[in-house]
């Protein structure tokens, strides 16, 4: 009976606060979330990049806003002294977060100044992809062929980057030897189209398939194919259906074929 009393005794002193505490929190909770939904739907309209390094800056302001609220009526804390020692605790601890810092810095830096944002193609610190998002710490490029590659806001900003063309990124090329002899302008436009009818299902359809002639060999006429892998395929298996469309093509110059793979014999 004593604990109960103590408890009811505790309870009726503390009322008001632990009211105020449950109602900033329930209203911290329910902005947190409405102003979230309203900041992803303005920055998919406008031509800010959306990543979630803003989104989650912006939920930091709302929960730091809803502490500064119940600190002093709550827990008799007050703010200006709390946020005194975190600032003078703050420059200590900055001097082992650097790299944490540098990154969020990088972060920023990457965003407002619009090098790089989510959608875009890019190739830096060995890695191609195509930028998944960028956080508060690092950006994630996930690789064509699935795997993802985290790296450090911090390296982003100081190694070279290359923002890659859509068409670049997907593009395969394959080779061809074609008969000296053919009608060329035909011959290009029956390979385009096998390639175009073969790939159907690989390809991206907002480029067709190109066929390029690029000089003479003793064999023939050197060419190549272009063809445009859809997204999140694997350029080789591009590659192969492209070589396997044209593999029994009347224009090829077999001769050219076995006598490359002659010389890869004799050079292993």
């Not at 991206?204 to 002639?213: E, H, I, M, R, T």
Request: charged share 15%; hydrophobic share 50%.
């Amino acid at each position: 009976m004593d604990l109960i009393t103590a408890l009811s005794q505790w309870l009726a002193r503390n009322y008001g606060k632990i009211v105020l505490l449950v109602i900033v929190i329930a209203i911290a909770f329910v902005a947190d979330k409405a102003l979230t939904r309203i900041a992803r739907k303005l920055l998919d309209k406008s031509q800010v990049p959306n990543a979630s390094i803003f989104i989650n800056i912006m939920r930091v302001v709302v929960w730091v806003l809803a502490a500064g609220t119940v600190l002093q009526p709550v827990f008799g804390v007050n703010p200006t002294t709390l946020f005194t020692a975190l600032g003078i605790g703050g420059l200590a601890v900055s001097l082992g977060l650097k790299d944490t810092i540098a990154n969020v810095i990088g972060g920023f830096g990457l965003m407002v100044g619009r090098v790089i944002q989510p959608g875009d193609f890019i190739s830096v610190a060995g890695a191609t992809g195509t930028v998944k998002d960028i956080n508060w710490r690092q950006t994630i490029v996930r690789e064509r062929n699935g795997n993802e590659m985290v790296i450090p806001n911090s390296i982003l900003n100081t190694a070279s980057l290359e923002k890659i063309a859509p068409s670049n990124e997907c593009i395969v090329k394959v080779p061809f030897t074609a008969k000296s002899d053919v009608d060329v302008a035909r011959m290009k436009a029956d390979i385009a189209t096998t390639v175009g009818v073969a790939t159907e299902q690989l390809a991206n359809p907002q480029y067709a398939p190109v066929v390029k002639l690029e000089g003479f060999t003793p064999y023939g006429i050197q060419g190549t194919v272009y063809a445009f892998a859809k997204n999140d395929l694997l350029l080789s298996t591009m590659a192969d259906a492209v070589a396997q469309a044209i593999a029994s093509s009347p224009y090829l110059e077999h001769r050219a074929i076995a006598a490359n793979e002659d010389t890869d014999a004799d050079a292993e």
